[in-house]
């Protein structure tokens, strides 16, 4: 038999289970009187050793028995639930990943597992070494540990409410029949998910599934006991749906029954009681049914969806121009609901690259826990905001970032619990990872309650790598020195390790956020804390933005960076060391013409009265003078390409109404 069509479900199945084992485990360490932590660790592992073997990945399927040898020793009591079988186990779930990702690349899987075999063995036998295994254990970072409800065991009766009555009642309306339909899976049949799968895509051919028992999910997850029935609304006669059915192997089809709509309707109470509850479950289960069908979309079709939309709206802007420019009234109203509608269009597209940050937050538990186990730290790992949408380009690359400012946080902010004690601290230090949004922008905040930034010393390691000369240092500010940080090369680390102090990597950070047009910036207080703080743009293809004229050219400022816009004359301007300032509002302000920072040769005289746009980055504000402000766009944003790539103070480009190329200003790097 070809198992390479179900290699897809295998793969997606595999990582299921893989991210509940982990994410069990860590309960299970916590608490060793967990026993649905430990009956559901046996679960997924039972499960994933079965689909390998049915699947002819025998490297895996052999891991895993072992691992059921030892997990079945653990529910007997045989064995307890100490810090060296977790961390054995934990290695093994390590191993399976590799396992997965190999098959997933197009390889055979066939990996060598005899050390962790050996181990698992002797785990079992009770003669195995402690310390000898702990050597082999390894950092891992790569997992994501996604949630998943424990839903209990549903009611297998079918209960109408009266929303169903009336979808019942209008299909049959429409010449349409009511099918009852219960399916036996074998017993021995080792993915009842993926032979459930087939059953659905095969009567989805035929019409309509109304509902399920269990609902969908309970199916997919394999919680149920290998029988389910559904009702499907169809054109097709029961001979059909029997024979289409039973060209699926290890599946039995119990019965097909036409259900009569008119007798349902009027024996009503009994189902219609029910409406308040089991009802609203039922179609929570089937929008949940319709999401899964949809969700999973090739990313580079929604990029190519997005690119579209762009066009879109770059081509309205255009025939808004030839509009205004020809007053055809006629146009305008076309271009009005083209407007509204790409509009709405735009919104669609950009909620269905929405995710929750918690596929990127939820792999780093397991991360945490290892680093302040081989440090020796004791940490209380806080995660908030977890369903905080983003777009999923900028998912993707988030997460490196954070790696860094995770494990620089507890190797270098964290103290060790005895100096915690002796400086009247927590013995257990804190680390909160959160996610908020805010406007357009989504914020994520890596906080700890360590020891703090000492500006002196970062002052110091700065001078010392010449990355500032000692006159400068003396008339540094606060944000100043604490933006060394940020400088490449630049460490506090007193001694190099694999983990590296607050500081090393912390260039790379900065600059992954700008390429995601986003900002970080860092609040610290010695002895009290740092909180490292990422703004983060919503979307990362159409954004707002101010566009400006500065003498012959246009450009474009992208709304999340302005403050205010501002009229000023040429008598409010002072000059402090050299350097132009108004007041605005009782605070001194920076003043840059845009014109000499854009090395704009055509020179005009100042006007009397002079436009600003007031932009910020962090906590610092500066005033742009410009020529003109044209007003406010959406803007499609393109790439420069390869040869004019990180150029400071440029963006990117559009494409204008007039069909003119205008440059988008980079904030953050013309700073």
Request: a negative charge; aromatic letters at 4%.
């Amino acid at each position: 038999m070809d198992m390479s069509q179900y290699l897809a479900v295998f793969l997606e199945e595999s990582k299921e289970h893989l991210e509940n084992l982990n994410e069990r485990l860590l309960e299970l360490e916590k608490d060793s009187k967990n026993l649905s932590a430990l009956d559901e660790i046996f679960r997924s592992a039972h499960t994933l050793k079965g689909m390998s073997s049915t699947m002819g990945f025998e490297d895996l399927a052999d891991l895993t028995h072992h691992m059921e040898n030892v997990l079945s020793d653990l529910k007997e009591g045989l064995l307890g639930v100490d810090s060296s079988v977790v961390d054995i186990l934990f290695k093994c779930f390590d191993r399976v990943q590799m396992i997965i990702d190999e098959i997933e690349s197009g390889n055979s899987g066939e990996i060598d597992n005899s050390d962790l075999i050996s181990i698992l063995e002797g785990v079992v036998a009770g003669n195995y070494n402690a310390a000898a295994a702990q050597e082999m254990l390894t950092e891992s970072e790569g997992f994501r540990n996604f949630s998943e409800e424990n839903g209990e065991n549903e009611d297998i009766d079918f209960k109408f409410n009266d929303y169903d009555i009336t979808v019942l009642k209008e299909a049959a309306a429409k010449g349409f029949k009511v099918q009852y339909i219960k399916i036996q899976i074998d017993k021995d049949c080792l993915m009842k998910s993926v032979r459930a799968f087939m059953v659905f895509k095969t009567l989805e051919e035929e019409g309509e599934i109304i509902k399920s028992l269990p609902p969908v999910q309970a199916i997919e997850e394999e919680k149920f006991n290998g029988e389910f029935e559904l009702v499907l609304v169809t054109k097709s006669s029961q001979e059909d749906l029997v024979r289409r059915l039973n060209n699926i192997s290890e599946i039995g089809v119990m019965m097909v029954r036409e259900i009569e709509v008119d007798s349902l309707a009027a024996s009503g109470s009994p189902a219609a009681s029910h409406e308040n509850n089991e009802g609203v479950d039922f179609d929570r289960s089937r929008s949940k049914q319709k999401l899964r069908q949809t969700i999973r979309v090739d990313i580079e079709r929604l990029d190519n969806l997005m690119n579209l939309v762009g066009e879109l709206v770059m081509h309205k802007g255009r025939l808004e121009q030839i509009g205004i420019s020809h007053q055809l009234i006629e146009l305008n109203e076309t271009v009005e609901q083209i407007d509204r509608v790409s509009t709405d269009l735009q919104s669609v597209v950009m909620k269905v690259r929405m995710v929750p940050v918690e596929q990127v937050f939820n792999r780093f538990p397991r991360m945490v826990r290892d680093l302040a186990k081989d440090l020796g730290k004791e940490i209380d790992f806080v995660i908030e905001g977890k369903e905080t949408e983003l777009d999923r380009t900028v998912i993707d690359e988030i997460g490196d970032p954070l790696v860094h400012l995770l494990r620089n946080a507890i190797d270098h902010g964290l103290e060790f619990p005895e100096e915690r004690l002796k400086n009247g601290k927590p013995q257990k230090g804190k680390l909160v990872l959160r996610a908020s949004h805010e406007g357009n922008n989504v914020y994520i905040e890596v906080e700890d309650d360590g020891m703090g930034i000492d500006i002196n010393n970062v002052l110091a390691r700065g001078i010392a790598k010449n990355i500032i000369d000692p006159a400068r240092a003396k008339q540094m500010e606060r944000e100043e020195i604490i933006d060394l940080l940020f400088s490449p090369g630049f460490s506090t680390a007193q001694n190099i390790t694999d983990i590296s102090g607050r500081g090393v990597g912390l260039d790379v950070v900065k600059s992954k956020i700008e390429a995601l047009n986003g900002e970080i910036y860092v609040d610290s207080t010695p002895g009290w804390g740092t909180k490292f703080k990422i703004k983060l743009p919503l979307t990362l293809a159409i954004i707002q933005a101010l566009i400006v004229a500065v003498r012959d050219e246009i450009y474009a400022i992208p709304l999340s960076s302005v403050d205010e816009t501002t009229m000023i004359s040429r008598g409010e301007i002072k000059t402090v060391q050299n350097q132009e300032v108004i007041t605005l509002r009782g605070s001194i302000l920076p003043l840059f013409r845009l014109a000499n920072l854009l090395e704009i040769t055509t020179q005009t005289d100042d006007e009397e009265e002079m436009y600003v746009v007031v932009v910020r980055k962090g906590e610092r504000r500066i005033g742009l003078v410009v020529d003109a402000l044209i007003g406010q766009q959406e803007i499609v944003i393109k790439s420069l390409g390869r040869l004019l790539a990180g150029i400071p103070g440029i963006a990117g480009a559009i494409v204008a109404g007039d069909g003119n190329v205008r440059l988008i200003l980079d904030i953050a790097t013309l700073f």
